[in-house]
């Protein structure tokens, strides 16, 4: 018999889910895979440790507008069914926003779920998926530990100045300041620095977190030092569909000459905004780097000016910069948007390697490079993973 732990990533229209054995160190998932299309038309996808696709059970009809209580359910009936001989002794849950509170990850009870439903006016479109998640899995098996581990913690070691924000000061006290996301991957991508950077390690490093949502992290010490996101997942650099910080006086503009609501504007801000607005073709990099139109074009440039924009303030915060990390979707696999970065960085010293950026290669700065440029995957449910088996085995 085999413990393992489950981990979750619940969002608006997905459930990445992977199942980890109960090890030390940095363990292989022994199967992962995602439920995508959630709300519209879910489609089951799974692979085992050596990438060999498992089947759904047949039984298994995903329901058109089933949501994640409904869907989690039949996940783990799934997975009772094809791992006879595997038992789940605790799940771990990707939550979005932990506040200010929590700075690492933490046992799930009663108490904190209330806590975190707090929360959720903060990171609407994500915090109430990832509650469900764990309410669901509750309702399932009850006595199985779970484990929220927070996107905004990694950011908490930050200097004040880095969190606040402008405001009146009594805002500040309410909770309205830099929180920061994308915690998880950048503790994955700090991990795995000593590997790469030896000593350098401990210097200071920008990680770049392109995906269909993006920030920037400037370490320290593989410590977080500043982001580009801050009170939401809204702020920062121009991302898939979300627009990145922009000046608050076209929200008021938008409000009292177009009779835009709340509700419109939060519509346009999340989801017809960045690449896809930009383009009017898509907001997925792989087909704008694909397609003809100067729309498309002028999309990725954009995107890449503001990141560049973006990355030499953090490294001004940070009191200068040793090295840069391109990590996710766009980051791990996109040698156009790296040169288009880096060459605007030029001036700092940044010197790519083409045909290494092109393979997509580990190192691709050249030797001449004053700063070393590093492409590595990240790997969100390991740190998951990891955190859930400690803290759920020293429970027991
Ligand atoms: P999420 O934030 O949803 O986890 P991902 O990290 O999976 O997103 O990143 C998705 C983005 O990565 C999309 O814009 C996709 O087009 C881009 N991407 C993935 N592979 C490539 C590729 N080979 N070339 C260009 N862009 C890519």
């Known amino acids: 018999m085999t413990d393992a732990t489950l981990v979750l990533n619940a969002g608006s229209s997905s459930l990445k889910f992977a199942l980890y054995p109960n090890e030390d160190g940095s363990p292989s998932p022994i199967l992962h895979g995602k439920i995508a299309g959630i709300g519209n038309a879910p489609q089951f996808s799974a692979r085992d440790a050596k990438g060999n696709t498992l089947p759904p059970d047949a039984s298994m009809p995903l329901k058109p507008c089933a949501g994640h209580d409904e869907l989690i359910p039949q996940l783990l009936d799934w997975l009772q069914s094809h791992q006879s001989g595997l038992t789940i002794t605790a799940a771990g849950h990707r939550v979005v926003h932990g506040g200010r509170n929590h700075a690492t990850p933490v046992r799930i009870n009663q108490a904190l779920l209330a806590e975190l439903d707090l929360l959720v006016p903060l990171a609407p479109l994500h915090q109430p998926h990832n509650l469900a998640a764990i309410r669901a899995v509750a309702a399932v098996i009850p006595e199985l530990p779970q484990v929220a ?36 991957s950048y503790d994955y991508i700090a991990s795995t620095l000593p590997m790469h950077l030896g000593e350098r390690a401990q210097g200071r490093v920008i990680v770049a977190h ?15 030092v500043a982001t580009s996101m801050g009170f939401t997942a809204l702020g920062g650099l121009m991302m898939g569909r979300r627009c990145g910080s ?3 006086g076209v929200l008021l503009y938008l409000m009292d000459n177009q009779g835009m609501t709340t509700r419109d504007l939060e519509h346009l801000l999340y989801h017809e905004s ?12 792989a087909v704008l780097q694909a397609s003809d139109a100067p729309e498309a074009r002028e ?17 001004t915060a940070n009191g200068g ?38 393979r997509n290669a580990t190192h691709i700065s050249s030797t001449a490079s004053k700063i070393e440029v590093l ?5 969100e449910e390991s740190v998951i993973a990891r955190a859930t088996y400690r803290l759920s085995s020293a429970c027991t």
């Open 375 to 379: 492409v590595i995957p990240t790997d």
């Open 210 to 224: 392109l995906g269909n949502g993006a920030s920037l992290c400037a370490m320290n010490k593989r410590r977080s």
């Open 149 to 184: 581990c927070f996107d905004t913690s990694f950011h908490r070691t930050q200097e004040r100045l880095a969190q606040l924000i402008p405001l009146p000061r009594k805002m500040t006290e309410a909770g309205i300041i830099r929180y920061g996301f994308h915690g998880l």
């Open 321 to 358: 910069l040793d090295a840069i990390v391109f990590t996710a979707g766009i980051g791990e696999n996109c040698a156009l948007v790296r040169s288009l970065i880096c060459e605007r960085l030029g001036w700092l010293g940044v010197e790519l390697d083409p045909d290494a950026n092109i």
């Open 299 to 315: 999309a990725i440039e954009l995107f890449c000016y503001r990141t560049a924009g973006e990355l030499t303030s953090l490294a």
């Open 246 to 248: 922009i000046d608050p």
């Open 274 to 285: 960045g690449l896809l607005g930009v383009s009017g073709v898509s907001n997925d990099m």
